[in-house]
T-cell receptor
């Protein structure tokens, strides 16, 4: 079944560790996005990609990085995690074309100790 | 720059009562507006979009360009409507990226 998958769902890890949050979609979408969301707050776009080898920073500055080597895969990496990175990270994808709705994954809830 | 405002953080209504979630926006040009919903322990999902002009789960939303609003309404709220609701906007001037409002939590009491 076509879907968008995020792993892990929850991650508790110590400061200074390198972290990669995985996001894969089998929907055939060209566009993919990463959002950061603190509890009860709005979503902030931190990265997006409109295709392979294309990545852009979003509206909210983030110390994370992303890559898009394959259409279906859009991982997010934190080289050295800090407590300020504690948040929920949501991945989304959408078809090509303007004004298309986005489809969201379940999210990864990240806690840095 | 585009902006989406949801003035109510929490709306608490009784079952069977009408519910209206307010959404106001600022945007230069012709926007596309969406309502997304997140039920407890579920992922964020699209509820409806203004271009479709359809009713989903009894909810409707009308784009009022004069008042720059896209309020979400349901005449008779049900307990299963309890969720977090986000209004979102996109358009060419926004680089076709989504801008979200802060969200409104709806609690429908029995």
């Amino acid at each position: 079944e076509a879907d968008i998958y995020q792993t892990p769902r929850y991650l508790v890890i110590g400061t200074g560790k390198k972290i990669t949050l995985e996001c894969s979609q089998t929907m055939g979408h060209d566009k993919m996005y990463w959002y950061q969301q603190d509890p009860g707050m709005e979503l902030h776009l931190i990265h997006y990609s409109y295709g392979v080898n294309s990545t852009e920073k979003g509206d909210l500055s983030s110390e994370s990085t992303v890559s898009r080597i394959r259409t279906e895969h859009f991982p997010l990496t934190l080289e050295s995690a800090r407590p300020s990175h504690t948040s929920q990270y949501l991945c989304a994808s959408s078809p090509s074309g303007a004004r298309q709705p986005q489809h969201f994954g379940d999210g990864t809830r990240l806690s840095i100790l | 720059a585009q902006r989406v405002t949801q003035p109510e953080k929490l709306l608490s209504v009784f079952k069977g009562a009408p519910v209206e979630l307010k959404c106001n926006y600022s945007y230069s040009g012709s926007p596309e507006l969406f309502w997304y919903v997140q039920y407890s322990r579920q992922r964020l999902q699209l509820l409806l979009r203004h271009i479709s002009r359809e009713s989903i789960k009894g909810f409707t939303a009308d784009l009022n360009k004069g008042e720059t609003s896209f309020h979400l309404k349901k005449p008779f709220a049900q307990e299963e409507d309890s969720a977090m609701y986000y209004c979102a906007l996109t358009g060419k001037a926004a680089g076709n990226k989504l801008t979200f409002g802060g969200g409104t939590r709806v609690l429908v009491k029995p």
